[in-house]
């Protein structure tokens, strides 16, 4: 598990965004099972929905402006520690 990456997922409890991470985090559990040690949900506040990976922010709701595309989420992602991986309909135009 030590060459996995992991995913911290944090969202405003506030704006009742829960199940908006779990749907994310879902999403890449179910696209990089072998690639993900794990992904965590994190509670936090002030409108915040950000993904990070390793440690560094790869999508922060507030910088980047709104909530990340599925699609586009799992290509930052994919580029980072899988490159070669294929997507499927994640890589289609």
């Not at 598990?1 to 994310?24: N, P, Q």
């Not at 910088?63 to 994919?78: N, S, Y």
Request: a negative charge; charged letters at 35%.
């Amino acid at each position: 598990m030590a060459d996995k990456s992991r995913v911290e997922i944090r969202y405003c409890t506030g704006c009742r965004w829960l199940t908006r991470a779990a749907w994310v985090a879902q999403e890449l559990l179910t696209t990089f099972e072998d690639e993900l040690a794990e992904v965590a949900i994190q509670p936090g506040s002030s409108g915040e929905f950000a993904v990070r990976l390793d440690g560094g922010t790869i999508w922060d709701r507030k910088r980047d402006g709104g909530f990340p595309e599925l699609k586009q989420l799992k290509q930052l992602i994919r580029d980072l520690i899988a490159k070669d991986k294929d997507l499927g309909h994640s890589d289609k135009e």
